[in-house]
């Protein structure tokens, strides 16, 4: 099972949008997918009372500690025997225990970052954290980076810069501030399922955190920030990203052709 953990202890870094557009992407393409949903907030489990019915079905675990609970159990967090594609949204300021937990259950952490300066370094005490107290070293999981609502005009683009650089992780991407990710969640679906015209730049974006979940090396660098779609007109958009989607032939496209 590909199990992918979307995570960052600092609020609002775009967690839920990143696990929402996964589940949706893989549930698209026929996998069996659950959304496992740690957040007492329960937004993943909301988006999936609107999502509509003629789309790709998503299974949805509420992880969330009952409230006033002392123990992590909850018999809703039940995941499918059969899934294929498990995707943890955690809340934020997980640590001890529940980063623990979270952390076993994946073989793949994604940490999205917004370029803000207090978002930078609360994720670097988080990524540091996670590699030591919440056991994410170990060789078995996979970590990278995801930069999350990055404009061409961001003037921490600097700061994010020295940031990726200083980290040994790899970072997959930077996503667009974009109204698509808020129109797809107001409608309880993800990019992949909007018209493809409207979101070609978000699928763009999207394909090196889907090759690197395929197990593909990706060796972003740091510059490659200055050269990625926020900087495209619509058209060039469109046309790099049906090449880019044609280009990949990953087992993953290949079952989702069948
Ligand atoms: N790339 C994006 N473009 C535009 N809006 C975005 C983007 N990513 C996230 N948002 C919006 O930013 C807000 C916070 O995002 P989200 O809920 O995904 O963050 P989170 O890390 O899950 O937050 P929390 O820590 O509260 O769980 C939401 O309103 C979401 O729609
Ligand atoms: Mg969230």
Redesign the pocket.
Known sequence: MLSILVI?SK???????LSTNLASYYASRKFRTTILDY?P?G?CLQWLRVRPGHTGTIHGANAAPPKGASTLHNLQKWVPVGTEVLVIDA??GTRGLLLQEMVRRSNYIVVPVVPSPIDIHATADFIRDLLHLGGASSAKTRIAVVA??LRSDSPSREALESFLASLKLPYLTS????DN??RA?GKGLGVFEMDEADTASERLEYLPILKWLDGQEINNRTSDIDTNVVNMDDSRKFAVQRAAVKAWHSPIMRKAQR
Do not use: E, V
């Not at 996503?175 to 974009?178: E, F």
């Open positions: 960052n609020g609002g870094s775009g967690k839920t949008t957040d907030q937004s809340p934020s999350n609502r996503i667009s501030d974009s990710y808020l969640a």
